[in-house]
């Protein structure tokens, strides 16, 4: 029957970039919505075109570019660059455009703080769209890879250790040989003017690395800190969910419950989450969003955290944590199972003792046990696991938190079983399909910006999903067109007449039959 006959690489054809990219790409979705962002009010450099010199890239172009990029699982400036002169969605995006990596790596080094207003920029679109229900949040953090080796990052155990290693080596009774008839060969050199002593095998390399270490550890200890990234500095050594660790940040994101859109996110140096659930939930106050239900995991489970957020009147349901009770101790004589009475400020423990405070009311921390009790009952054995004797035990200031958190988070258990429907999928996204596993910027403030994009590029591909294309162009058509664009007849000319002069000097300048020319213009 035959196979299906493609076209003749020879024969000539006349097709439109306009033709060859679909109907309901999302590139067109990008494009569209760049078209009416108002770049220099966001803050982008080189809006307007100069009057003089090279004629730049169009900002627009190149933010186009990115974003699309960082949709694809394309962010490589090198990559991009490829993909301006073989794709033909690039090549129509950016209007057959073709930028060198340094022209695109420099952009985004230039407009990394308005590179992260266009994400906000959309989210507000999003909510004025109604894509953003605002009854309910989800908070989620997971660790990305920075652009830092494991063997580029040193602690200060690991920098003393090092250092210890290096002073056992030169301190070996061989290399004290060589080292003393070292010396003297420098001596007899000096005394007969020469330069021929020959440093032993491995001595200065060792020297550079005991110099270097203690470099770093004298920076550790002016800082204060305890850790050191010599590639990226603020990255930090963080476990990952494989069970080991790298070097990486902890990225914390806000999700929508509605349509799953990511509303705010943060970029942590803290490998904990711990101590981020209040500043988030702040943010979104700040945002506008008023009574709404904030989910969380147990890691999230922070007792200071939970009084700001029931300060803020917004009901904070996360997992409570279990405590670290002995092993082998049996489950009805664990910490939960002793009853606080606040009345009488007394605990009752499983066998129906009471356990009295033997600390002050609105101490910190606080002790309640009974020795007298302890000494007659017959599951002491098992109950009271140490040397002391006796069943103790610790409330500490946030304890009423915590039993108001878990009282929440005993009647919306239902609820909580949807945190890993909205947010799970979210950062899985992002990781794998949209290949964001890793940063390729460096620091933390580049590295929000990569965040950022990557946020941007998810929630285009959700809002895709929710609206379709046709509404989704219709409501970006609907928006005033940025004025910033439209460049008046004036300014053209302007511009014209510069690059016009510059031409002018560079081939007329040494031709004495165009000097008048030159006066001329």
Same mark, same amino acid.
């Given at each position: 029957?035959?196979?299906?006959?493609?076209?003749?690489?020879?024969?000539?054809?006349?097709?439109?970039?306009?033709?060859?990219?679909?109907?309901?790409?999302?590139?067109?979705?990008?494009?569209?919505?760049?078209?009416?962002?108002?770049?220099?009010?966001?803050?982008?450099?080189?809006?307007?075109?100069?009057?003089?010199?090279?004629?730049?890239?169009?900002?627009?172009?190149?933010?186009?570019?990115?974003?699309?990029?960082?949709?694809?699982?394309?962010?490589?400036?090198?990559?991009?660059?490829?993909?301006?002169?073989?794709?033909?969605?690039?090549?129509?995006?950016?209007?057959?455009?073709?930028?060198?990596?340094?022209?695109?790596?420099?952009?985004?080094?230039?407009?990394?703080?308005?590179?992260?207003?266009?994400?906000?920029?959309?989210?507000?679109?999003?909510?004025?769209?109604?894509?953003?229900?605002?009854?309910?949040?989800?908070?989620?953090?997971?660790?990305?890879?920075?652009?830092?080796?494991?063997? @580029?990052?040193?602690?200060?155990?690991?920098?003393?250790?090092?250092?210890?290693?290096?002073?056992?080596?030169?301190?070996?009774?061989?290399?004290?040989?060589?080292?003393d008839a070292y010396m003297a060969e420098l001596e007899e050199a000096d005394r007969r003017e020469e330069m021929s002593a020959k440093a032993p095998d491995g001595l200065k390399e060792l020297l550079e690395r005991k110099?270097?270490?203690?470099?770093?550890?004298?920076?550790?200890?002016?800082?204060?800190?305890?850790?050191?990234?010599?590639?990226?500095?603020?990255?930090?050594?963080?476990?990952? @969910?494989?069970?080991?660790?790298?070097?990486?940040?902890?990225?914390?994101?806000?999700?929508?419950?509605?349509?799953?859109?990511?509303?705010?996110?943060?970029?942590?140096?803290?490998?904990?989450?711990?101590?981020?659930?209040?500043?988030?939930?702040?943010?979104?106050?700040?945002?506008?969003?008023?009574?709404?239900?904030?989910?969380?995991?147990?890691?999230?489970?922070?007792?200071?955290?939970?009084?700001?957020?029931?300060?803020?009147?917004?009901?904070?349901?996360?997992?409570?944590?279990?405590?670290?009770?002995?092993?082998?101790?049996?489950?009805?004589?664990?910490?939960?199972?002793?009853?606080?009475?606040?009345?009488?400020?007394?605990?009752?423990?499983?066998?129906?003792?009471?356990?009295?405070?033997?600390?002050k009311k609105g101490a910190a921390r606080r002790n309640f046990f009974n020795k007298t009790a302890c000494a007659g009952c017959p599951h002491v054995s098992v109950c009271a696991v140490g040397q002391r004797g006796y069943?103790?035990?610790?409330?500490?200031?946030?304890?009423?938190?915590?039993?108001?958190?878990?009282?929440?988070?005993?009647?919306?258990?239902?609820?909580?079983?949807?945190?890993?429907?909205?947010?799970?999928?979210?950062?899985?996204?992002?990781?794998?399909?949209?290949?964001?596993?890793?940063?390729?910027?460096?620091?933390?403030?580049?590295?929000?910006?990569?965040?950022?994009?990557?946020?941007?590029?998810?929630?285009?591909?959700?809002?895709?999903?929710?609206?379709?294309?046709?509404?989704?162009?219709?409501?970006?058509?609907?928006?005033?067109?940025?004025?910033?664009?439209?460049?008046?007849?004036?300014?053209?000319?302007?511009?014209?007449?510069?690059?016009?002069?510059?031409?002018?000097?560079?081939?007329?300048?040494?031709?004495?039959?165009?000097?008048?020319?030159?006066?001329?213009?």
């Amino acid at each position: 029957m035959g196979y299906v006959e493609g076209t003749s690489r020879e024969q000539a054809s006349i097709w439109s970039l306009e033709e060859m990219v679909a109907e309901e790409s999302m590139v067109r979705i990008i494009d569209r919505y760049i078209d009416r962002c108002d770049l220099a009010k966001l803050g982008f450099t080189r809006t307007q075109p100069a009057e003089t010199g090279r004629p730049a890239y169009p900002p627009d172009a190149l933010a186009k570019l990115y974003v699309y990029g960082y949709e694809n699982c394309i962010r490589s400036s090198r990559k991009l660059e490829r993909e301006t002169r073989r794709n033909v969605e690039a090549m129509w995006l950016t209007g057959n455009l073709t930028p060198d990596h340094k022209t695109i790596a420099e952009f985004r080094r230039q407009n990394v703080r308005p590179l992260q207003k266009l994400f906000r920029e959309f989210v507000k679109l999003c909510r004025s769209w109604e894509l953003v229900g605002g009854n309910l949040f989800v908070e989620d953090g997971t660790k990305i890879k920075a652009s830092n080796n494991k063997k @580029n990052n040193f602690s200060m155990k690991k920098i003393k250790d090092r250092l210890a290693r290096i002073e056992k080596k030169i301190g070996d009774a061989r290399l004290d040989e060589k080292i003393d008839a070292y010396m003297a060969e420098l001596e007899e050199a000096d005394r007969r003017e020469e330069m021929s002593a020959k440093a032993p095998d491995g001595l200065k390399e060792l020297l550079e690395r005991k110099e270097l270490y203690e470099e770093y550890l004298a920076g550790l200890e002016k800082s204060g800190e305890n850790e050191l990234s010599t590639v990226d500095r603020d990255a930090r050594l963080m476990g990952n @969910n494989r069970g080991g660790v790298d070097v990486s940040y902890n990225v914390i994101g806000m999700v929508d419950g509605k349509r799953h859109l990511i509303v705010d996110f943060d970029v942590l140096l803290n490998p904990s989450d711990q101590g981020s659930l209040a500043p988030m939930a702040k943010r979104l106050i700040r945002m506008g969003y008023r009574k709404f239900y904030l989910l969380a995991d147990k890691g999230f489970y922070n007792g200071e955290d939970l009084l700001k957020v029931r300060k803020y009147k917004i009901k904070a349901i996360v997992a409570r944590q279990k405590p670290s009770d002995p092993k082998g101790q049996p489950e009805e004589f664990h910490s939960d199972k002793f009853e606080y009475d606040s009345k009488s400020d007394t605990y009752r423990c499983p066998a129906g003792e009471t356990l009295d405070a033997h600390s002050k009311k609105g101490a910190a921390r606080r002790n309640f046990f009974n020795k007298t009790a302890c000494a007659g009952c017959p599951h002491v054995s098992v109950c009271a696991v140490g040397q002391r004797g006796y069943r103790a035990v610790t409330r500490n200031q946030y304890s009423e938190v915590y039993e108001a958190a878990d009282r929440l988070f005993d009647e919306n258990k239902n609820l909580y079983k949807l945190r890993q429907q909205i947010v799970e999928h979210t950062f899985g996204t992002i990781k794998h399909t949209m290949n964001g596993g890793y940063f390729l910027l460096r620091t933390r403030r580049k590295v929000r910006c990569e965040t950022a994009l990557l946020c941007l590029g998810y929630n285009l591909k959700r809002a895709y999903s929710a609206l379709g294309f046709r509404k989704l162009m219709a409501k970006l058509d609907s928006l005033p067109r940025r004025f910033s664009r439209i460049l008046s007849f004036r300014g053209v000319w302007s511009g014209f007449n510069g690059y016009r002069q510059n031409l002018a000097r560079i081939f007329c300048a040494n031709r004495p039959h165009h000097r008048r020319l030159n006066a001329v213009m």
